[in-house]
């Protein structure tokens, strides 16, 4: 048992002293049934006395409670179902979410912060106190490589309910790896589901928070982005242009994104002075050579930006124009760059497209 559990478990009797409740012994590792309980206090109170069966969590989110709630029924009935028998999740933090799932299933529960449920018989214990932050150590990195493709996937399929092999599929990634996104994304409450084992799916319960996150994860990138200007007799169809000439030589794993293809998708500003093209890394001398171009520092009206993985999934073709677009959500991200009307774009496609 760690120094930190040991603190929680003397905060927790501190914590029942103060309420006029003596404990009388407390034992560490209990097994029963080939399994094992965290820790048991035996309790005296002029009411009598009782037993505290306790699961012990560093940060406790309703995945964590839930499974923590199933150790200790099994304790309850290796016990017969002992009356005086109280159960109860002490943590470090405990979310919300985690504080209401315990109630729900009328359970005790006790946080370092000092906050205390119990109820039991005619015992009543409720003693609220603001939680500590919970710590970000050990935080899984959402916002990388394949993880990015999961969380896209996600914001996509919002409204929908989904299997993890269909979420495997549909971003082309390991079950492994949706897998681990999801684990996350329930730690922080963003997870809703339905059904259970085989016939278990999961959607995003508050998608507006992901896309916040990943936004401000987006804003850290380091792309490699070269500036060039392409002749056009009308600038006002550059991007027509553009897309007509990527069709004719064949160029292929490229998107439009920015203003101009934003402006595609909701149709806001009269005029967009920049066309944004999302290719492969390592490829842009072959959009120089199919498009004309030339590299320049000043007057530039051809963004290229070398980027693989996420930027490009679920494209969609624009009617007017052929030109392959990048998905809304990606759209979105890279008008957060702080250009121009760019983030009034961005709020309209977030009020109009994205509807989160």
């Not at 407390?26 to 009411?47: A, K, N, Q, W």
Request: with cysteine; proline share 3%; charged share 25%.
């Amino acid at each position: 048992m760690s120094i930190k559990e040991k603190n929680l478990v003397e905060s927790l009797t501190q914590a029942l002293n103060s309420v006029d409740i003596e404990v009388e012994q407390t034992m560490f590792d209990l097994e029963h049934d080939g399994r094992r309980l965290d820790c048991l206090m035996h309790i005296v109170s002029p009411r009598g006395r009782r037993r505290i069966a306790i699961e012990l969590l560093r940060q406790a989110y309703p995945r964590d409670v839930r499974e923590a709630a199933w150790r200790l029924q099994g304790f309850m009935k290796a016990n017969d179902n002992a009356s005086d028998i109280i159960l109860m999740v002490a943590a470090e933090h405990l979310s919300e979410g985690a504080k209401d799932d315990l109630r729900h299933h009328r359970m005790a529960y006790f946080e370092a912060s000092g906050t205390f449920y119990l109820r039991h018989q005619e015992w009543l214990i409720d003693i609220q106190r603001p939680s500590k932050p919970a710590s970000r150590r050990g935080t899984l990195a959402l916002f990388t490589d394949a993880r990015e493709q999961v969380i896209l996937t996600l914001l996509v399929e919002h409204r929908n309910f989904r299997s993890g092999l269909e979420f495997a599929e549909m971003s082309t990634t390991s079950t492994y790896t949706v897998s681990t996104v999801l684990a996350e994304l329930e730690r922080r409450e963003w997870i809703e589901s339905e059904g259970r084992g085989r016939t278990l799916r999961r959607r995003l319960s508050r998608p507006g928070e992901l896309l916040d996150a990943w936004a401000a994860a987006w804003k850290q990138r380091k792309d490699t982005k070269t500036k060039w200007h392409c002749y056009a007799s009308n600038p006002a169809t550059l991007l027509d242009q553009l897309a007509g000439k990527i069709g004719t030589v064949a160029l292929e794993g490229s998107v439009f994104t920015g203003a101009a293809a934003a402006n595609r998708v909701v149709p806001h500003l009269t005029r967009t002075d920049t066309i944004e093209i999302i290719i492969p890394p390592g490829e842009a001398g072959y959009y120089e050579a199919a498009f004309r171009m030339k590299s320049v520092d000043k007057g530039a009206n051809v963004t290229l930006i070398e980027r693989a993985g996420v930027s490009t999934m679920f494209a969609s073709k624009d009617p007017s124009s052929n030109a392959l677009l990048a998905n809304p959500f990606i759209l979105y991200l890279d008008l957060l760059d702080g250009k121009g009307r760019n983030k009034e774009l961005a709020e309209q496609l977030r009020l109009q497209k994205l509807g989160i």
